[in-house]
């Protein structure tokens, strides 16, 4: 009975989206931007200033936010940032510390509060407390970068469609979709993983946005119940990952992501000789579900009824909570893999097939992008003290 209730939910589903998801084509795929030599892991303007330890409410972890923050203010004016803060007590005894979320978010021009739903793409930007000097380059360094470079790869191909959208008169018809970019401070535990030990930044957020309703009429009651997908990145960048579906009701999600895969790898899109693909289960239809054995940044969503599907390998990297688990320890084709297929989930999740490739981006001798944006663009910082 159990597995063809599951079959049911996955048919439904699957039957869902199939008007909201649109595949690109083979041209789209392969005019997808690379991040090169910004994934460079000691001059890349994208990851190597990640590649340090980052121990929330410490002064590194300050300047690594910043490279975040001017990251979307110089190269993605059209976003809109938003710093989500909680000041928290933690094993460690000691004044409380503050923890610091990163939203950013980009919805199309004529969106209203309340009326949009979103992509969410995650990934923690802390590194654990303990071994002294732990990097945490797959843990999230790299996933950070990952997302950084999904949002710019996919930045003038948002524009181009939108604007095409309002010329033709097309906007309004259907459910306004935007793209969001969460970073999340405190996911690491300090001492030993427990419920309030971990997950510090997360469980701070979703508990805010469950308690902070959109206006009336709205048709999603917060940002919780707006977020379609929340997309988490872990662990991410040592060589040869395994990446299971972890839950039943995102598994349509998963193949989307898997296919993508397979279709890249055909292109020569994707750069790492993995001996297996890095998201086995395309077909998999039942069997066991593994997503509540790892806990992780989705739990508070989760728990409130926000759909996950989590990018972690199973089993985790060799490197995982050691000191190897630094940039000379990644694996670069792989990391830059990642990246791509994450860019292509989302360029089929917003809908941009015959948009990408389009646009005013292109790259400076330093391998950073430049992009030609209007002031009237310009990024809005709010700062909320819970």
């Known amino acids: 009975m159990r597995r063809a209730f599951y079959a049911f939910v996955f048919s439904v589903l699957s039957l869902a989206i ?38 929330p409410g410490t002064p590194a972890i300050e300047e690594v936010r910043q490279h975040f923050v001017d990251f979307f203010s110089s190269q993605l004016p059209n976003w809109e940032i938003s710093l989500q803060n909680s000041t928290q007590n933690t094993p460690l005894g000691g004044a409380p510390i503050t923890f610091v979320n990163i939203i950013a978010t980009r919805d199309p021009p004529w969106a209203r509060e309340g009326h949009v739903e979103r992509l969410a793409l995650v990934a923690h930007y802390d590194s654990k407390y303990t071994p002294k000097g732990f990097i945490g380059a797959t843990d999230s360094a790299a996933p950070c970068a990952m997302l950084m470079h999904a949002a710019r790869a996919l930045d003038a191909a948002l524009t181009a ?107 020569k899109v994707l750069k790492s000789q993995s001996s297996h693909p890095f998201l086995p289960e395309i077909n998999k239809d039942q069997g066991v579900w593994y997503g509540g054995y790892i806990e992780d940044d989705h739990v508070p969503f989760m728990a409130r009824g926000v759909e996950v599907l989590h990018i972690i390998p199973s089993p985790f990297p060799p490197v995982w909570h050691t000191m190897n688990d630094d940039g000379e320890h990644l694996d670069g084709p792989t990391v830059e893999d990642w990246a791509m297929l994450t860019t292509a989930f989302a360029a089929e999740w917003m809908d941009l097939e015959g948009h990408l490739g389009t646009g005013k981006a292109k790259r400076d001798g330093d391998g950073a992008m430049e992009h030609e944006a209007s002031e009237k663009g310009r990024r809005r910082f709010e700062k909320d003290e819970l």
């Open 18 to 55: 199939t008007s909201a998801y649109t595949p690109l084509s083979d041209s789209s795929l392969q005019v997808l931007q690379s991040p090169g030599s910004d994934f460079d892991i000691n001059s890349g303007s994208l990851l190597a200033p990640i590649l340090r330890v980052r121990i």
């Open 161 to 267: 469609k939108w604007e095409a959208m309002q010329a033709n008169g097309d906007f309004g018809l259907d459910e306004d979709v935007g793209l969001q970019i969460m970073l999340l401070d405190g996911e690491e535990a300090f001492i030993t993983w427990t419920a309030t030990d971990s997950l510090y930044g997360a469980r701070a957020l979703a508990q805010e946005w469950d308690s902070s309703f959109n206006p009336a009429m709205s048709t999603y009651r917060n940002k919780l119940d707006s977020i379609s997908l929340f997309m988490l990145l872990d662990l991410l960048g040592a060589q040869n990952p395994r990446v299971p579906s972890y839950f039943v009701t995102t598994h349509w999600a998963y193949k989307n992501l898997a296919l993508l895969e397979q279709r890249m790898r055909s292109l």
